[in-house]
C-alpha cells in the first residue's frame, strides 16, 4: 500500500492547519467524542439555525487522520440542512467501512480524500470519531461518544 | 526430543561467547518473512514476543503425539502429559529459584496471578482505613485488580509518584508506607517506560515494615535473570507469551507458607482432594489454584521456552539487549523532534517516544510501511501517560533476536515520517 494515498496532500495540510479548530460561544449543541484506543478526543460544536447548521467547529487532539477528517467535515457541513448531513454522515460511514458502499467518491467533493483509509483497519475509527459524534450531536444526545 | 536439544547444543557451543544473533534469529521461523514488501523489524516486543521453533514444535508434538487430560489418568499419553506439564513447572521453578514447585501456580498469566493474590490473599486481610500501595508506573493489570479490592472492601489505594525521568520517588514510596499499609504491588519492568524497579530494595522496605509486596515481572523475566529468593518477594507473577512462550499461560510464584494459608480462587476439578455435598477437602499446593483443566499444551510450550532462554543464556541475553538498549536510544535521540519519554538510569527493553507535531498513530503506519512493528497507543499505562502529559506514545521493544541493524530501519523510518509531514 502506498502511504501518499493515507497521507494526500489535502490530509497533511488539514491536520497542519486544521479548519473551525475553535468554540463556538452558543453553540446549539456541543459534545465529546473519544476513541479510547488511540486517546484521540474531539469536542464538537454545531450552531443551528432551524434546520440548517449555520456553524461547526471543534476542539481536541488526534491523529493527523483525525483531525484532517474532522476539519474537512466542518468545512463541508457549513451552511447543509440537517438531513443533508446525515446523509453525508452514512455517506461517509459506508465508505469507509464497506468495499462495495457504492458511495461515488466524486460525490463528496474533499472528503473523498479519506477513502484511501479504508485499506488500513485499524485507523478506520480515527476517521469516523468526528462524523459518529456528529450523529450523535444531531440526535440531540448529550452524553460522550466513544468508537468502543 | 529433537528441537530442544539441537537449539541448545548449538547455542552451548558459544557458551562463553556474546550471543550470536544470526543463530538465535535462526531459531525463530517467522522473523523471516517480508511484510509491506520489507524484511520485517518485529519491535513490539514488550506487547507479545515471537516464538522460537523449540516452542512451537513443543505444542504441536503434544498435540500430534501425546494430547490427553493430565494428573488422574493412568494411561501411557495422559502419564507422557502429566510428565510434560510437571517438567513445566519444574523448569519453571528452576528458572525462578523458587524452592520448591508447590511454590508455583501456573496460570493464564501475570493478570490471573494478580487478581490471584488480590482476591485470595489480600481481599480477605483488609478493611477500612487500611492501604494497598503500588506505583504510578503500573500496568493497568496492577491497577485495577486492587480497585476491585478497594470497591469490596472499602480500604484504599495510595500510589506512590515517579519523576521526570521515569523513576520511582523511593522516598515518597517509604513514606507512604504506613502504619496501615497492608500489601505492596509494584512491576518489576515499567512496560511503558522500559524503567527497572529496585525491587530488592522496595521488597526490603516493605519487610521491615511487615508488609508482604508482590512484583509484576511479566516485562522482566525475558530480559533478565530473576531469582525470587535473592529479590526476597512474596508473590511474582509473569506471562508466558512475553517470554517467548504461548499466550494463556503464565506463572505465579508465591511463598510457600502464605499460599498454604490461602482460600482457593476458583472452584473446580483439579483443585479437589475429595468432594461430597457437605464438604469439599481442597488438594495441596500448588493444585488448590488450578481449578479445571489447565492450558496444557502452553504450559508445556512455556516449559521449551525455559529451556531456550537457559539454552541461550540470561546473562547473555541482558548483555545482548542492554547494548542494544544503549545504541538506540542514542540513534533514536539523534532523529529530528525525537523526545524519549522515560530516562530512567535502568531500563530494560522498552523505548518510548513522541515526535514534535507526529502523533504516535501516524507513527505507527508510516514505519509500518516500512515493515517495522512498533506500538502507538497508551500501552495499558493510561497514568503514565497522563503523567506525562500526553495521549499516547510510540513504543519500540526489543527481544533477544533485534539487532542494531533493525534500530538503524526504524530510525530512517521515523526520519521518512518528517518527510510525508513536512
Known sequence: ?148 | MSTVSRSTAKHEQMAGAALDVAAVRSDFPILHQHVQGKPLVYLDNAATSQKPAAVIEAVARYYREYNSNIHRGVHTLSERATEAYEGAREKLRAFLNAASTREIVMLRGATEAVNLVAQSFVRPRVGPGDEILITEMEHHSNIVPWQLVRDQTGCSLKVAPIDDRGELVVEEFERLLGPRTRFVGIGHVSNALGTVNDVRHLVTLAHERDVPVLVDGAQAVPHMAVDVRALGCDFYALSGHKMYGPTGIGALYGREALLEDMPPYQGGGDMIRMVTFERTVYNELPYKFEAGTPNIAGGIGLGAAVDYLASVGMGRIAAHEQALMAYASERLAAVEGLRIIGTATHKAGVISFVMEDIHPHDLGTIVDAEGVAIRTGHHCAMPVMERFGVPATARASFGLYNTQEEVDTLARALERAREVFA
Not at chain 1, 7 to 36: C, K, L, M, W
Request: with cysteine.
Open chain 1, 1 to 148: 500500500m502506498d502511504l501518499k494515498s493515507l497521507y494526500q496532500d489535502i490530509i497533511v495540510d488539514h491536520n497542519r492547519s486544521p479548519r473551525n479548530f475553535r468554540r463556538i460561544e452558543g453553540a446549539t449543541r456541543r459534545i465529546d467524542g473519544y476513541n479510547p484506543l488511540c486517546g484521540d478526543r474531539i469536542t464538537l460544536y454545531v450552531k443551528l439555525s432551524g434546520d440548517v447548521i449555520e456553524d461547526v467547529s471543534f476542539e481536541g487532539s488526534g491523529c493527523a487522520i483525525s483531525t484532517a477528517s474532522a476539519s474537512l467535515m466542518t468545512e463541508t457541513l457549513k451552511g447543509r440542512r440537517v438531513e443533508e448531513a446525515e446523509q453525508l454522515f452514512q455517506s461517509m460511514h459506508d465508505l469507509l467501512t464497506r468495499e462495495d458502499s457504492g458511495v461515488d467518491p466524486d460525490s463528496l467533493g474533499k472528503l473523498a480524500a479519506l477513502e484511501g483509509v479504508r485499506d488500513y483497519p485499524s485507523r478506520v475509527k480515527c476517521a469516523t470519531l468526528c462524523w459518529h459524534t456528529l450523529h450523535s450531536a444531531l440526535q440531540g444526545d448529550d452524553q460522550p461518544v466513544t468508537t468502543e
